[in-house]
């Protein structure tokens, strides 16, 4: 490992809050399951929950989560198979968590895959579980990685055999209900694809009620040789929700990673979108978009590490703000002294709809290797005013022309993503929020 | 009626004034052609008949078919029959030109009281309409106007200008930096258009589109104002002799 994964020790607000969660979560599972989930507990209590000071959390104030005393969910409210086939973006296999635990009676996991709750996987002696479980979203990476192996509750687990294919995607429903008030919800999903082989992760996070709750998310994903993984994430919680997620993909030679991420939801939203490309011939494509509206913060972190010669990396992030709205975007890319011939190129857009709105947005390319291509740009404007007179001259005026613009803007992202139907029903998702950001 | 009625109009950008008082009156199945040397306000001419927020009305009138055209905003006019074909088109990447087309159209239906279209019927029209630039339907897919050439841009104006069938339409330097055979395939497109309900408006410096799109009127703007109208024999004498000759003349010789 190289030595940019460690991050600043943050200077602590409150850790105390979680050390209870912590303690029960410590209390069952396997020894090495105990042992890593005190030492995650330890490290979090070390740095506790950032303040603005920390570089990392300059424009995102999270202190407030360390300042609550967040609680287990209580017994969660019923969810019906109406409400889960309503959230649906594709028609393959299913697995729902309610409150940060599964639920089989509402999931759908066919014997034919590899997939199970996390819980299942740990109890059953999953062997990949215990090689990968917090060993690839490091402790060390964020306060909140360390904070969600001390506390999660359950998740889900996928292996893709080696030379197989997932048919359909596999869709994760991360749903929280009016039990999530007040609670910790620390769902975690770990995807492994043997050599060669292919498939897609589809993971919503979704409020059924407008609650106050933390939403504490890890996705692990180990991507062996010449895989092929698309990761779609869609978070849509509910406006008063907190929700800091963190990806990372770990990848060996001449894998392919693509991920798109939706960011609409939350009071205040992060994403640690993580990538290792730890082999020859990597391939890792990042693209997402956040809408943003009312006083909603979404705040994007990503960190593509090269640590190997000739590996691609693309990364188009498009953002669309409206009122007091802010936006965060921070764009590391590390490239080690022998990751020669490195392609990187990273794009972050901005779209505000009101002088109210901000953005802040940061590229960071730390470039140790000379042979190499690495370019990266960042904008934040407004609607250009010569296209849409240009469509008033076509008929084309008002709210609706606002409304292609916007879209032009936000399509080039929802374009790569690969499967119809759930480009589809994200494009439904976007369509009807940017409805509602123009009032 | 005139179709199009100009009055005394002034007009100013940034407070400076461009236009200085013109007046002109097209009628339904004409085509003028408004010639004048770089900076005589021909384009803002064409701006401000088709609602460009950036300039300022400061008196005078411009009425379609007795409606106050200058009381309506860019949108209103191009569903009162108003169409500019622009001299740099804007290019909108996102946006395919198929879709746009579509919405234009449709939107312009919507505000005259007509059904809209569905993807489906509006195919069949499309068909037709590319006939009038000579093109097949690939050019539909690509996103309207993105990295599209000098030439393609001035084709997909025309093309637009079939689709919302503009009861008047201004086309604005759509000779400028095309080719010789673009310019034909253009010219022979906006040639098609002509028709008896539909009156045309070329803005232009040179002469050398008016070889291709014969127009029943010339004007002559500079200053601001109209200084000279005539035939189409005006043209040809602008070719011969410039500008200069008639950029002297005094204030207040406009026919």
């Not at chain 1, 990042?286 to 943003?292: I, K, P, Q, S, V």
Request: glycine share 8%.
């Amino acid at each position: 490992m190289s030595s940019t994964t460690s991050v600043t020790p943050s200077i602590s607000v409150g850790a105390s809050a979680f050390a209870a969660l912590a303690e029960t979560a410590a209390t069952s599972g396997p020894a090495w399951l105990v042992a890593r989930r005190r030492a995650a507990a330890a490290r979090f209590a070390e740095v506790g929950v950032p303040s603005s000071r920390d570089e990392e959390w300059r424009f995102t104030p999270v202190a407030a989560i360390g300042t609550t005393a967040w609680t287990a969910p209580a017994a969660s409210a019923p969810v019906t198979a109406a409400d889960v086939a309503a959230l649906r973006l594709a028609d393959g296999p299913l697995a729902v968590l309610v409150d940060g635990v599964y639920v089989p009676a509402l999931s759908n996991l066919p014997a034919s895959i590899q997939a199970s709750s996390l819980q299942a996987a740990i109890a059953a002696g999953d062997a990949a579980v215990e090689t990968h479980l917090g060993m690839i979203a490091l402790p060390t990476a964020t306060p909140f990685s360390a904070l969600s192996l001390a506390t999660f509750t359950d998740g889900v687990v996928l292996h893709l055999a080696a030379g197989t294919e997932l048919a359909a995607p596999l869709e994760i429903l991360h749903l929280t209900t009016t039990s999530a008030e007040g609670a910790l919800v620390a769902p975690r999903v770990l995807v492994t694809a043997g050599k060669a082989a292919r498939g897609a992760v589809v993971e919503q996070f979704v409020s059924l009620a407008d609650t106050v709750h933390l939403s504490n998310t890890v996705t692990e994903l180990v991507l062996g040789e010449a895989s092929w993984v698309e990761h779609i994430r869609v978070q849509r919680e509910g406006a008063r929700a907190w929700h800091v997620g963190y990806t990372h993909a770990h990848q060996a030679r001449a894998s392919h990673y693509r991920s798109f991420a939706l960011s609409i939801g939350g009071k205040l939203s992060r994403h640690n979108l993580h990538a290792r490309l730890a082999g020859e011939q990597v391939e890792t494509l990042m693209y997402g978009l956040y809408l943003t509206q009312h006083e909603q913060l979404a705040d994007t972190h990503s960190a593509i590490f090269h640590d190997e010669p000739n590996c691609n990396s693309w990364e188009v992030y498009k953002g669309v703000l409206a009122d007091k709205s802010r936006a965060v975007f921070n764009g590391k890319v590390f490239v080690e002294p022998i990751a020669q011939k490195t392609d990187a190129k990273q794009t972050n857009r901005n779209l505000l709809l009101s002088d109210e709105a901000k953005v802040d947005t940061k590229p960071q390319l730390e470039i140790f290797a000379d042979d190499v291509k690495c370019t990266h740009g960042a904008t934040v404007g407004r609607l250009n005013e010569q296209q849409r007179y240009y469509l008033q001259t076509r008929g084309i005026g008002g709210r609706t022309a606002q409304e292609l613009l916007i879209w032009a803007f936000a399509a080039e992202v929802l374009t790569e993503v690969m499967i119809p139907a759930v480009r589809n029903g994200i494009e439904r998702i976007v369509r009807d929020r940017l409805e509602a950001m123009l009032g | 009626m005139a179709l199009l009625q100009i009055t005394n109009l002034h007009a100013s950008v940034d407070e400076k004034e461009i236009l200085k008082g013109i007046s002109l009156t097209v009628n339904a199945g004409e085509v003028h052609a408004i010639m004048g040397p770089n900076g005589s306000g021909k384009s803002t001419l064409a701006q401000v008949l088709s609602g460009h927020p950036a300039y300022d009305v400061t008196s005078g009138t411009a009425t379609l078919e007795g409606e106050d055209l200058l009381d309506m905003e860019a949108e209103e006019r191009a569903w009162a029959g108003v169409f500019l074909a622009f001299q740099y088109p804007v290019e909108i990447p996102g946006v395919t030109n198929a879709y746009f087309l579509r919405m234009a159209f449709n939107e312009v239906r919507k505000a005259r009281g007509l059904d809209e279209l569905d993807p489906m019927d509006f195919l069949d029209l499309l068909e037709e309409k590319l006939k009038v630039v000579e093109w097949g339907p690939e050019i539909m897919e690509r996103a309207v106007n993105f990295g599209f050439s000098g030439g393609e841009k001035k084709r997909n104006e025309i093309l637009q200008m079939a689709v919302l069938e503009p009861k008047l339409a201004i086309l604005d330097e759509t000779d400028s930096g095309l080719d010789i055979d673009a310019l034909r395939i253009v010219a022979d497109g906006v040639n098609k258009l002509r028709s008896p309900e539909r009156a045309i408006i070329l803005v232009t410096h040179y002469q050398r589109l008016l070889d291709y799109i014969v127009p029943d009127f010339v004007h002559v703007l500079a200053g601001g104002k109209i200084v000279k109208s005539g035939g189409k024999e005006l043209a040809h004498e602008l070719e011969a002799k410039g500008y200069e000759w008639l950029t002297g003349m005094p204030e207040g010789a406009a026919v």
